[in-house]
């Protein structure tokens, strides 16, 4: 890993067109801030920056559908970001918005840096065009199927199924989302970014991580996923990029550009700019120099974003600092895949999401539990999955069975046995070992051990594996719960004072060390252990380092005598009804009825091959007599008439479902309902509320089919 003097960490924009949900927490952010605050607290030079995307066409669109301004939209939303992002302790430096007057100059600047040094290709080109809204449908403006994964929801400008970087020409069957029409081809001028051109210096540095022989990084420490998705969009072949757009919305071409009227910047081309706006704003409010940061080669430029925006990170936004000559290259993507929900993708569009402004109203003060549990599903290398279940019991079972019970059993025997102040101890003094019960342990050699198991965990941060070192970090709570059970001071503070003031002495160092390491996870918990151990809060300057240095010199991070404050649960349990109607919410009826019906056993091909379904149709029903629920149906299977007695009275009159296709499940065994013998089956949907369908072959199938 190479050494940096100073540090640049930026997390995506996120996109001012709906609220954040977990999905945008465990992919971009939580990542990203885990890092910035372990850095903190070793005492780097690092800056943490970020904003709100405002610009694109899914903006105008959206402002144009619901008939107000772009502007209402993106204020709101970025009102919104700034709450969820505080509220869940995500610690930006400088949180900007790329419709400030800083942006749009930097942006501007970019543009005319690369246009006089002629790094654009200006192109006349046929692109679409709506007639009848009269507009050039550029990006979102424009639907079709995706030419990679055939997925028919695709946009002009990328398909969000398959991550594939799309041009709207690409598109199979392309149409307009203003009038759902096709649309025409009609000429217009942009400029172009020949990023064919620059194939080869970018392979060169995604893979070898070199630029000219000079080293730029390791390609070790980049994630695989991320230099396979690079690889293979370089082997596909770069085209040449058109960073301008016909809208209306975004930042203007530079006017004294020939043909820059009605021309706006591309978004992915001003909003990783917007990372070095927000820097710049950053300096203006601190009082700092930006541009070390942004142009010095001992500075370390990290991007943390979710794999759908690999390309613009790795290929795009390189390819624009690099032509602009005076910026470094980031020194690492490391992306992160998606996470799904209960067993679907999220999806805004179906309110499949856990949003994290509704989290913080009803999970009022445990941002940290959110936290842990995205944390320790982080879809690091490959997708991964929250559950409300798992939430439930990654609090239950790991933060209050382990972390909140640790503590909270040391904090009340101290206040028991010392009333709250630190014992001091014989060094001499053994103790049973954390790890078995025969071992025999000294103070100085765990706190040794302490040292160890906490250089493994910032060993994980700087891999950018977060999973394993919020292992790490429950691990060492497990020791430390560990020593209090196998020695049970409680049965030993009669006969044994002094060994238990060594257990208790080591059990305090230990909530000490976690009330340090667990602030990049949880900062929220990490004042709480402070105000526990009536410490002063952690600032992240540095506290880590010193903790290590304290541990490795043998010298107690908790001084003896140092008077503890008084105990309160950490966490509590979340009961069974909260998770259900957190489920409840949930939007998406298909997968909320997998949640309440989970796929049913396994079977094998020859069980399916036993059920003989055929279509039919309904000639005759009468309602059974006595039987609320029960209609008698007469069926036609073509080759032989059936009679079946079906339980859907409640839902349909006979008048209704005479002429109904069906199917039948036609070799059940009969049997006699109200004394009419039944001879088979009909098949039917059931919906959330209970609501019934029948399972129809098309009109005018054929009766007798088998379906299978
Ligand atoms: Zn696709």
């Not at 390609?219 to 085209?239: A, F, M, R, T, Y």
């Not at 079972?397 to 046995?417: C, D, G, Q």
């Not at 340090?516 to 526990?532: A, G, N």
């Amino acid at each position: 890993m190479r050494q940096f003097e100073r540090y640049l960490v930026t997390s995506a924009l996120p996109y001012a067109n709906g609220p954040l949900h977990i999905g945008h927490l465990s992919g971009a952010y939580l990542s990203a801030d885990i890092y910035v605050r372990f850095q903190r607290l070793v005492n780097k030079d690092i800056v943490f920056i970020c904003g709100s995307d405002e610009h694109g066409a899914a903006i105008t669109l959206r402002a144009a559908k619901e008939g107000i301004q772009p502007k209402a939209i993106i204020d709101k939303y970025h009102e919104s970001f700034q709450k969820s992002f505080e509220g869940m302790g995500i610690s930006f430096d400088h949180y900007d918005r790329t419709s400030s007057q800083l942006h749009h100059e930097t942006s501007q600047e970019f543009f005319r840096n690369l246009f006089n040094k002629g790094e654009f290709i200006e192109k006349e080109s046929e692109q679409y065009y709506d007639e009848e809204a009269k507009q050039f449908l550029a990006d979102r403006y424009i639907t079709g199927t995706c030419p990679k994964c055939a997925n028919e929801n695709a946009y002009g400008d990328q398909c969000e199924k398959c991550g594939s970087a799309l041009s709207p020409t690409e598109l199979i069957r392309p149409k307009s989302t203003l009038t759902g029409k096709e649309p025409t081809l009609r000429k217009t001028r942009h400029w172009y970014l020949p990023l064919d051109k620059y194939e080869e210096w970018l392979r060169e540095w995604i893979t070898e991580g070199t630029l000219y022989d000079k080293v730029l990084h390791y390609p070790e420490d980049w994630k695989n996923h991320v230099i396979g998705q690079c690889k293979s969009w370089l082997d596909g072949g770069l085209q040449p990029r058109s960073m301008t757009r016909d809208l209306d919305w975004g930042v203007d071409v530079p006017k004294e550009i020939p043909g820059s009227e009605g021309k706006k910047l591309y978004v992915w081309m001003d909003a990783p700019i917007g990372y070095i706006s927000s820097t710049k704003a950053w300096a203006e409010k601190k009082g700092k120099d930006w541009e070390p940061y942004w142009k010095s080669e001992d500075s370390a430029l990290i991007h943390f974003i979710g794999k759908d925006n690999i390309v613009f990170h790795c290929l795009i936004f390189p390819a624009i600092l690099k032509a602009h000559g005076d910026y470094v290259l980031p020194v690492n993507v490391p992306a992160n895949q998606f996470m799904n929900l209960e067993g679907d993708k999220i999806s805004t569009s179906k309110n499949w999401a856990v949003w994290v402004h509704e989290y913080l109203e009803d999970f009022e003060g445990r941002q940290d539990e959110l936290r842990y549990a995205l944390i320790k599903n982080m879809p690091e290398l490959k997708d991964s999955e929250f559950t409300w279940k798992s939430f439930q019991d990654a609090n239950n079972n790991e933060l209050v069975n382990n972390l909140a019970n640790f503590v909270n059993r040391v904090i009340v025997l101290t206040n028991k046995y010392y009333e709250g102040i630190v014992p001091e101890i014989d060094e001499d003094e053994g103790f049973t070992g954390p790890e078995s019960q025969s071992e025999v342990c000294y103070h100085d050699s765990e706190l040794i051990r302490l040292f160890d198991d906490i250089h493994e965990l910032c060993a994980n941060i700087r891999k950018y594996d977060f999973r394993s070192a919020l292992k790490n970090l429950m691990e060492i709570s497990t020791k430390g719960n560990q020593i209090l059970q196998f020695n049970e001071p409680w049965k030993l503070q009669k006969e044994q004072p002094e060994t238990v003031k060594v257990i208790m002495n080591i059990c305090l160092q230990y909530v000490t060390a976690i009330s340090v390491i667990c602030r990049p996870f949880m900062p929220f918990t990490s004042d709480k252990l402070r105000t526990l151990l009536n410490l002063d809060p952690i600032k992240e300057e540095g506290e880590l380092d010193d903790l290590l240095f304290q541990l490795a010199d043998g010298e107690h991070p908790l001084k003896a005598k140092h008077q503890i404050g008084k105990p309160f649960h950490l966490f509590s349990r979340i009961d069974d009804d909260v998770i259900e109607a957190q489920v409840a919410k949930l939007g998406n009826t298909g997968a909320k009825a997998a949640i309440k019906n989970p796929i049913k056993e396994t079977i094998n091909f020859d069980d399916f091959m036993k059920l003989d379904i055929r279509t039919a149709v309904i000639t005759e029903a009468e309602k059974v007599p006595k039987a609320d629920k029960l209609l008698k149906l007469a069926l036609d299977l073509g080759f032989e008439q059936r009679t079946v007695v079906s339980g859907i009275a409640a839902h349909f009159t006979p008048e209704e479902v005479v002429g109904k296709s069906v199917s039948l499940l036609a070799n059940l065994a009969p049997r006699k309902i109200r004394g009419v013998e039944s001879q088979g089956m009909i098949l039917m949907a059931e919906d959330d509320e209970g609501k019934l369908s029948f399972v129809s072959p098309e009109d005018g199938w054929p009766n007798g089919m088998i379906i299978k």
